[in-house]
């Protein structure tokens, strides 16, 4: 490969939303590292959301979390499941999925 193709795949690497987060989430230690990650650079997620979650979070639940998490959650986490509501980064998911590109 030549230079130029490296350094746009480096720049392109670069741009992506980070590799060590895989959907669907499958436990709440993902949704952390998930959370962190948005907060920490939320311009890498905002595109990728957009484009594989158009309609909103609520429409594409199983693209984002595992049904068995989805099963032990829910957005305030009453009845003793887990809360989605306290990771407020994962939640703009849900209004960068309602943004169309």
Known sequence: MNAKVLAF??????????????LPIKN????????A?????P???????????QGGISSNMERVFSKDLIIRMNYNGEYG???LRKYA?????????????
């Open 9 to 22: 795949m480096n720049q392109l690497s670069k741009n992506m939303a980070d590799p060590e987060i895989m």
């Open 43 to 53: 311009q890498k997620f905002n595109k990728l959301f957009q484009s594989t979650l």
């Open 89 to 101: 980064n994962i939640c703009i998911i849900d209004l960068a999925g309602r943004t169309h590109v």
């Open 81 to 83: 499941k887990i809360s």
């Open 37 to 41: 990650a948005i907060k920490e650079t």
């Open 28 to 35: 709440e230690e993902e949704i952390s590292s998930m959370d």
